[in-house]
């Protein structure tokens, strides 16, 4: 995929230089119930094609929707989490429009009034926060998948034909939508990914989407607009779809914002239109114009009666929210006694949960960080994945903490300890047996080897006996390469000190 | 034992039920009787758009062996029903009378289906309606037309015309009608026959193809009053998959009848509509339907009912607020008819794109009523017209229930704590209010057609009812050139049964001065005819 002719774009740097940015985030997200938003149908992820259907959601004549209260349930806890107001009274509304992913013609989603509204939720940057308003969180359903056979795009446009799996039409999708965010200049590619990633940790802390963005539980869609710095009025937003990583949100704000620079550097006028972002190279092209934009005819969906939550039952559901994460940030902060900026190291890390498990498990909260952002950080970058991916659990990482406190290996044992557990050998103790790798006591090997070293450096001897002391390390050196590294140093130090000195 | 196939067709279906309880006629008699008057008179009628006598012989042998083996069965097992094609029919054409339909074969029941399934009842098989429900005549519907039993050269209502033509007839014993602004109670009028359209809610709309969501409603079409409440309670009351569904028990409606039917209404106060007919309302009415209305008024009254004339401006409006809502909801109901997943699909020649596979499709798969709705549908809903139109009709809807409030002297407006008032009780309002059924006997085939207005105007006195969600049922009370009249008896919500008690009243009571059942006046005629 190629960008559009004449993508010129600026420096980063230099566009800052002139304009400001405003961004604005509208983020999907799939719920994680068990059945569809109005029927009974299963949700389960990559199904056989068209295996997770019924009337209701093929949108066949004559069937109905009955709306999940599980759903319904888990929008108000994301609501309630944001801060927002929860409507006392609300009422789903048909978005019309025909595309052979939505079944019945229209979707079923929320207009003029959604659940929640009025929330906002606070993002941190470089230890600065930013707060992001949002204005509404709305509940509707998913539509089905369009697979484009042929053509060279696997777009709609030069297929040879397309066939669609409902399967995933009439899953619960939530649609959290922030007011316009000003002000946070250079940062506002970071303050996008970092309120991505503060939503997805809340959501992930209501426990109410997997919030698995490889499979699509979380998309966003990101405006962004550029104005001369100093403007009143803020410039015209074009909107990215279908984002689907953290990286990716960052990205393409920054993407947007060096094109369109360039556009209003050219004297032209960005248009109001939706962008395609394209993964591998981190550009945006043009979708629609919003400027022929469909009338989507919202009306309330009569097959649906009003939604009005109880008062009492909303303050229940309030007073059962999980803690969440900038609560759980603050507090595992004080504990652990971090500073503000290497706690976010942690949280941008997305190693919260992670360190915090393993000092769970017995770790020091310093050995604990510095595993999961030091030894194991570089080990995911290397195999590309996250963290949370790498096939070792929290347990295993305190386990290893602990084998190099109690002096069984040292820390380079403990990297090799590692290399068996994530090539799948067992838990660190185990490998550390497996592999012979636990350090040597004074055993008869180490202080036959000690002793070849003082018989084998007279010299050195020598030089130490006479006042340079310094020149131990020679000795030491050579006992550590006769036993492959597996003694302990300082063990090694004193060993020889009793014999030479 | 069996009985003469003429006699058997001439029955009620509640005294159908009865003998086929008491083993006094098989199940598979009754059925080929209908069968046979099907085969013999349904070329020229046009009442059904599917029969499969197989399957509904087959139906009916199982019935009868059932009962042989001594297994417990209900009330109607054996008992034949045709139904409205408009309701979804597991494995059995469903067309909603639209060619865009042609050949589909539904893979699941409406509700309505499967409780007349689960009751054992026959199914004889579909009948016509104007394409999607749209329609007075039935001469909308892109198959055939249906004619009026009464008169072949005239319309036997709509939308529900072919159920109408059915049921009086002789060619089922009883139907289910859908009635959206009166497609249920017009036909029975026209036709001489008792229909009722229950109360929003009350009866689940799952599975009957949408025309406009907040007012469709699935009812009994009969010969009786009482036939009407048994066939009612059979297919009515709370249902899970359809939301706007009324959780709460039916009222006793056949009771309701039986009660009625005894013909005491002291107490009973009947509010006379003055907007529906009344002083200064009548232009449009038939005199000779005036009369016959005004003949039953006098009736009920000589039976003990209080009556009165009551105001409800807001009618005036409802023929122009319904004409915005049902076609704004119905342009989005039909958009799902895109010959994307089933039904007819036109021009997908691999060289055409979908966009204009979609717009053939639509092109050639409905008519020009289905098409002018959509249109109208999709204006009054656009950003900047909605206000002015969607919104200003859902105001004037109101107005209607609150018309209706006042008129029964509840505070609630329409919804379910509307009614419940029992037809004894009260506080100061009438029990229930009474028009014209239809403000003219059944006209010629294709006296309308090219007359739109003229074709809505026959569902002025049935749209307040249904913009309320009200009940409202329909019965005969008597001709006018020797063309049925009917009686619109209209209750709070809920309160279905005061539509049937008064209903049966009247019935008896006509019934005994005639010596007669209303639709003997029909097979009489046809039978001088014969001769
Ligand atoms: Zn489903």
Redesign the pocket.
């Known amino acids: 995929m190629t960008t559009t002719a004449g993508d010129r774009l600026v420096a980063y740097d230099e566009l800052l230089t002139r304009y400001e940015p405003v961004i604005g985030l509208e983020t999907h997200v799939e719920l994680g119930t068990a ?2 938003m ?4 299963a949700t389960t992820f990559g199904a056989e094609p068209n295996t ?7 949108g066949l004549p004559g069937s109905l929707p009955v709306a999940n209260a599980a759903a319904i349930e888990a929008t108000v806890r994301i609501g309630l989490a944001l801060g927002c107001r929860i409507a006392s009274w609300c009422r789903f509304a048909r978005k019309n429009y025909f595309y052979p992913d939505i079944p019945k013609g229209f979707q079923t989603s929320q207009y003029d009034e959604p659940l929640c509204t009025a929330g906002h939720l606070d993002v941190e940057v470089d230890g600065e926060t930013y707060r992001v308003e949002i204005e509404r969180v709305h509940l509707e359903e998913d539509t089905g998948k369009n697979l484009h056979v042929g053509g060279a795009t696997g777009r709609i446009h030069g297929a040879d034909h397309s066939l669609v799996d ?1 399967n995933r ?2 899953i619960p999708l939530v649609e959290i939508v922030t007011r316009p965010i000003p002000g946070t200049g250079a940062k506002a590619p970071e303050v996008a990914r970092a309120y991505v990633t503060e939503l997805r940790d809340i959501l992930l802390a209501l426990g109410v989407s997997e919030v698995r963005m490889e499979q699509g539980n979380l998309r966003s869609d990101v405006n962004t607009s550029l104005a001369p710095i100093g403007d009143l009025e803020w410039g015209t937003r074009t909107e990215t779809k279908n984002v689907n990583s953290l990286r990716s949100v960052e990205r393409a704000v920054r993407f947007e914002m060096r094109r369109q620079a360039a556009v209003l550097d050219a004297g032209r006028r960005v248009l109001q239109e939706t962008r395609h972002f394209h993964e591998d190279t981190g550009t945006t092209s043009a979708g629609r114009s919003k400027e022929e934009a469909t009338d989507y005819r919202y009306f309330p969906e009569p097959d649906l009666v009003p939604i009005s939550p109880d008062p009492e039952w909303v303050e229940k559901l309030a007073a059962a929210l999980p803690e969440l994460p900038a609560a759980r940030r603050a507090r595992l902060r004080q504990e652990w006694g971090l500073s503000p900026t290497e706690m976010s190291w942690i949280a941008n890390a997305g190693a919260l949960g992670l360190v915090d498990e393993t000092v769970a498990a017995g770790a020091t909260p310093g050995d604990a960080r510095k595993w999961w952002l030091g030894e194991l950080a570089r080990r995911a970058n290397d195999a590309g994945v996250e963290l949370a991916g790498l096939a070792i659990s929290p347990r295993q990482v305190a386990e290893l903490t602990r084998l190099v406190a109690e002096g069984t290996v040292n820390d380079q044992l403990a990297r090799q300890a590692l290399d068996g557990v994530l090539a799948g050998e067992g838990d660190p103790a185990q490998v550390v047996q497996a592999r012979g790798l636990a350090v040597m006591g004074e055993s008869d090997e180490l202080v036959a080897a000690v002793e070849a070293a003082i018989a084998g450096a007279p010299d050195v001897v020598e030089k130490v006996r006479g006042g340079k002391v310094q020149a131990l390390g020679a000795l030491v050196g050579a006992v550590m390469k006769a036993t492959r590294g597996k003694a302990d140093a300082a063990t090694v130090r004193r060993m020889l000190e009793q014999r030479v000195l | 034992m069996s009985a003469p196939t003429t006699e058997l067709t001439g029955r009620t279906a509640d005294e159908l039920a009865r003998l086929l309880s008491a083993g006094e006629v098989a199940a598979a008699d009754v059925t080929r009787a209908y069968l046979d008057r099907i085969a013999a008179e349904d070329g020229d009628l046009g009442a059904y758009l599917h029969v499969d006598p197989e399957a509904a012989q087959a139906q009916a042998a199982e019935v009868d062996s059932a009962r042989a083996a001594g297994t417990g069965l209900g009330p109607l097992a054996g008992v034949p029903v045709a139904l409205k094609d408009v309701v979804v029919t597991e494995g059995v054409p469903t067309t909603s009378g639209s060619r865009i339909l042609e050949g589909w074969r539904p893979p699941y029941d409406a509700t309505v289906a499967a409780r007349l399934k689960a009751a054992r009842t026959v199914l004889l098989g579909k009948t016509n309606m104007d394409e999607f429900a749209m329609g007075s005549s039935t001469e909308n519907s892109a198959y055939r037309p249906t004619r009026n039993p009464w008169d072949p050269a005239r319309i036997p209502g709509g939308s529900s015309g072919g159920s109408s033509a059915a049921v009086a007839g002789g060619l089922a014993p009883w139907a289910i009608g859908t009635d959206t602004g009166g497609s249920i109670r017009q036909p029975a009028a026209l036709t001489g026959l008792v229909g009722h359209k229950p109360t929003y809610g009350s009866v689940s709309r799952y599975g009957l193809i949408a025309f406009s969501s907040s007012l469709d409603q699935a009812g009994p079409m009969a010969r009786t009053v009482l036939d009407a409440a048994v066939l009612h309670e059979a297919i009515g009351g709370y249902d899970p998959c359809d939301s706007t569904s009324i959780d709460a028990p039916l009222p006793v409606l056949a009771e309701s009848a039986r009660r009625g039917a005894t013909g005491d209404l002291s107490g009973v106060r009947i509010g006379v509509v003055r907007e529906l007919g009344g002083e200064g309302h009548a232009e449009g009415y038939e005199p000779g339907v005036l009369a016959r209305v005004a003949e039953a008024v006098a009736l009920l009254e000589g039976l003990g009912a209080e009556v009165r004339e009551v105001s409800c401006p807001a009618f005036d409006l409802a023929l122009a607020a319904y004409y915005l809502i049902a076609p704004s909801e119905a342009s989005s109901n039909l958009a799902r008819f895109d010959g994307v997943r089933y039904g007819l699909r036109v021009g997908d020649d691999g060289e055409r794109d979908l966009d204009e596979v979609m717009a053939l499709t639509r092109e050639r798969g409905f008519g020009p009523e289905v098409k002018r709705r959509i249109v109208l549908g999709t204006y009054a809903l656009s950003s900047g017209y909605y206000e002015a139109y969607y919104g200003q009709a859902q105001k004037v809807r109101t107005l209607i229930s609150h018309d209706f409030a006042e008129a029964f002297g509840s505070s609630a407006a329409g919804g379910p704590a509307g009614g419940g008032r029992d037809a004894d009780g009260g506080t100061g309002g009438v029990d229930v209010l009474v028009s014209p059924t239809t403000p003219t006997v059944a006209f010629p085939l294709g006296a309308r057609v090219d007359d739109p207005i003229a074709m809505y105007a026959a569902d002025l006195c049935t749209l307040p009812a249904s913009l309320a969600g009200v009940p409202a049922i329909s019965v005969p009370c008597g001709l006018s050139d020797g063309l049925p009249v009917g009686l619109q008896i209209m209750a709070p919500a809920l309160a279905d049964d005061r539509c049937y008690r008064v209903a049966a009243a009247l019935e008896a009571a006509q019934d005994d001065a005639r010596g007669a059942r209303f639709l003997d006046q029909l097979a009489a005629r046809t039978g001088a005819e014969a001769r």
């Open positions: 059945s569809k109005f029927c009974g149908c997770q259907t019924c009337p209701v959601c093929l409902y039409a009439g």
